[in-house]
């Protein structure tokens, strides 16, 4: 079995492990800024398609209302020569010209509407696709938004618990082992000890502690993994 020094040790590493845990998960959270960045370049595609379908709805509007003026003018030119005032012949040839002109007018507007009806269907659709699409995905986004918050509440109440409960697990233990462990835990990402599993293997890295080694922590000596370097805390192969 450990030594009392080294089970006080392997409590403070538990509480290190929950905070590194924490820590680990809060930076998980950060993948939110990713998410909202894409929202936004999505946001600002759906924008564009709205635009292009502005444009051309425009263009369909400003055809159609052409034509209606058209129409109007040539039913008042006809109005004009059907009306009986107009008798002189050059005045008549005059209106007759104007009216070819803007039934001119009119074909060319009607030609370019046949193919714009198609471009604001084809557009209204996918329109409607985008926006159908950004609904859903600031849905999600809001939603994953809400239960982050939720998590981040827990971590920091989990790391503030932890944290309280570290200054009272570090008292007691030897200052040197201490130090050793805090110089390991700098060293090997955060996790200064590892557990001599019932297979007498170090836990964090899969190394076959040697028969001596298991001697040396019955003889209550500090025992480092030879491969990862971290402290070794045996139980005596309870688990
Ligand atoms: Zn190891």
């Not at 109440?157 to 130090?179: E, S």
């Not at 200064?192 to 899969?206: P, R, W, Y």
């Amino acid at each position: 079995m450990a030594s009392a020094d080294l089970m006080k040790l392997y409590q403070l590493h538990r509480i290190d492990v929950g905070i590194l845990e924490v820590r680990k998960k809060a930076a998980a959270l950060e993948a939110g800024k990713k998410l909202q960045a894409e929202l936004q370049t999505f946001t600002n595609h759906v924008k564009g398609v709205e635009t292009a379908f502005h444009k051309i709805h425009g263009e369909q509007k400003d055809l159609e209302l052409s034509n209606q003026q058209i129409d109007d003018k040539i039913k008042s030119i006809n109005n004009l020569l059907f009306g009986g005032k107009v008798t002189s012949p050059k005045e008549v040839e005059a209106y007759e010209h104007q009216i070819k002109g803007l039934q001119a007018q009119k074909s060319t507007n009607e030609d370019r509407l046949v193919s714009v009806w198609d471009e604001v269907a084809k557009s209204d659709g996918e329109l409607k696709a985008a926006q159908k699409d950004l609904k859903a995905k600031t849905d999600s986004f809001e939603d994953w938004k809400k239960r982050a918050m939720t998590f981040k509440a827990q971590l920091e109440a989990d790391y503030k618990t932890l944290t309280a409960k570290r200054p009272a697990a570090a008292q007691g233990i030897n200052p040197t082992l201490l130090a050793t462990y805090d110089a390991i835990r700098q060293r090997h990402g955060g996790i200064g000890v590892s557990l001599v599993t019932k297979q007498q293997t170090c836990e964090e890295c899969g190394t076959k502690v040697a028969d001596k080694s298991i001697e040396s922590i019955k003889d209550d000596r500090t025992v480092t993994c030879e491969e990862c370097h971290r402290i070794l805390y045996w139980t005596g192969g309870l688990v």
